[in-house]
């Protein structure tokens, strides 16, 4: 990396804006982020960044509402480096991204019924390896900058794990992001942010103290529309594999239905997914009123025009 003191400057001067500048920047540039088969195709749009505080209580809250395997920051930096809590000094963030899908690829697979449009498969492949290069880029810049900092993500601890519900992790990118005020999780899962749920996370945990963003949803689940009270059931209709009710996500049926799509002949004879790769699938984030905004923030919108309040039915 061209650590020029031109932009060493730039970091001192102002690091939260730098980190976020950096992020976009390499998101826009990086020949990663383009398909080389395919007219070099952009899979991801502008992406956006937030910070969380690595001590605030929702991380150990984490632990009994997913389980007690998984880290806090503390936790993640200090086994990355091989060091006791106690030697983890100081406060802590966690910068955390949304890389929203292209429109192109949206459109694609708001066009399929069962499984998911080449685009849509390919951003699931190739844009997460791109989200891996961008991972590591952000950590590079921080060690560059004389500090701690891990993709938990990335590290040999990281591990999914299954319970009765189906797969969990040791390090869910989305409760990170959720801490960061991102957004909020909803009926079918998926995470809805201002750009959004058809989109992929990235998180990176350091020693850098950064200015917390603020987090304005009123509950875990407050973007969805079924949660306001709203009879809306398009990613129940959406899904192929009948995973998604009004009780919430199967993730069992979910997992199963990736899985018989990502490695059928069928899939790798369309030319979806190479032997090792997974298909995707994500019917439920498209072609739905949470694709590509937040559909609170529009009915909040349409309802102050008509003078009514929204409230949400669960905190
Ligand atoms: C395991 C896994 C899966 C499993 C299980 C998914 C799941 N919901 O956990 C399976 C195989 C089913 C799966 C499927 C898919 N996945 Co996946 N998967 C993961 C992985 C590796 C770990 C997720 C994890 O640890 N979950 C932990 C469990 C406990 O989370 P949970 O059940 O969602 O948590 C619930 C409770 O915590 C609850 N809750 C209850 N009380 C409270 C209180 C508070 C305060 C809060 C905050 C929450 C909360 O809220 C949550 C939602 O119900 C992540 C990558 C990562 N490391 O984060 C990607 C990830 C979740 N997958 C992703 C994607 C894109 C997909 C697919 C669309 C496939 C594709 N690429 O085409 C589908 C979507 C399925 C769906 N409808 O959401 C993205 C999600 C992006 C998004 N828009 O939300 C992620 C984050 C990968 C990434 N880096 O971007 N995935
Ligand atoms: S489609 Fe409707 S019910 Fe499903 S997650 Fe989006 S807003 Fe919620
Ligand atoms: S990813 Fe596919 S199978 Fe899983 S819930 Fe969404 S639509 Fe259903």
């Given at each position: 990396m061209n650590l020029t003191p031109t932009v060493a400057r730039r970091f001192q001067a102002n690091p939260a804006q730098f980190l976020e500048q950096e992020i976009k920047e390499f998101v826009r540039?990086?020949?990663?982020?383009?398909l080389p088969f395919l007219d070099?195709?952009?899979?991801?749009?502008e992406p956006l960044v937030r910070f969380a505080?690595?001590?605030?209580?929702l991380f150990t809250q984490y632990k009994t509402i997913i389980a007690p395997t998984h880290l806090t920051p503390r936790e993640a930096l200090a086994q990355a480096y091989d060091?006791?809590?106690?030697?983890?000094?100081g406060r802590l963030a966690v910068i955390s991204w949304i890389l929203p899908a292209a429109e192109e690829t949206r459109k694609s697979n708001r066009a399929e019924r069962d499984v998911p449009s080449r685009l849509w498969s390919h951003t699931r492949w190739y844009g997460e390896e791109f989200n891996e290069k961008l991972r590591e880029y952000v950590v590079e810049l921080l060690t560059e900058m004389g500090h701690m900092a891990v993709a938990p993500f990335l590290q040999p601890y990281f591990k999914v794990f299954a319970n009765e519900n189906g797969p969990y992790s040791n390090w869910s990118e989305r409760h990170a992001a959720y801490v960061a005020g991102h957004g909020t999780f909803s009926l079918s899962d998926g995470f809805i942010t201002e750009a959004g749920i058809a989109h992929r996370v990235g998180n990176v945990v350091t020693d850098l103290e950064l200015p917390a963003s603020p987090r304005t949803a009123t509950?875990?689940?407050?973007?969805?529309?079924f949660d306001v009270?709203?009879?809306?059931?398009a990613c129940i209709i959406r899904c192929p594999a009948d995973a998604i009710s009004e009780k919430g996500h199967d993730k069992i049926k979910c997992q199963q239905y990736l899985n018989d799509i990502g490695y059928s002949s069928e899939a790798l004879k369309a030319g979806?997914?190479?032997?090792?790769s997974v298909a995707g699938c994500g019917l439920c984030q498209t072609?739905?009123?949470?694709e590509f905004q937040n559909p609170i923030t529009k009915l909040k919108r349409k309802k102050r025009w008509q003078g009514i309040q929204v409230i949400p039915h669960k905190a």
């Open positions: 540039t990086d020949p990663g982020n383009r070099d195709y952009v899979m991801w749009s505080d690595g001590d605030d209580p060091k006791s809590l106690d030697e983890v000094q509950g875990p689940y407050s973007n969805c529309l009270g709203v009879n809306c059931r979806y997914v190479n032997e090792t072609k739905v009123p949470c």
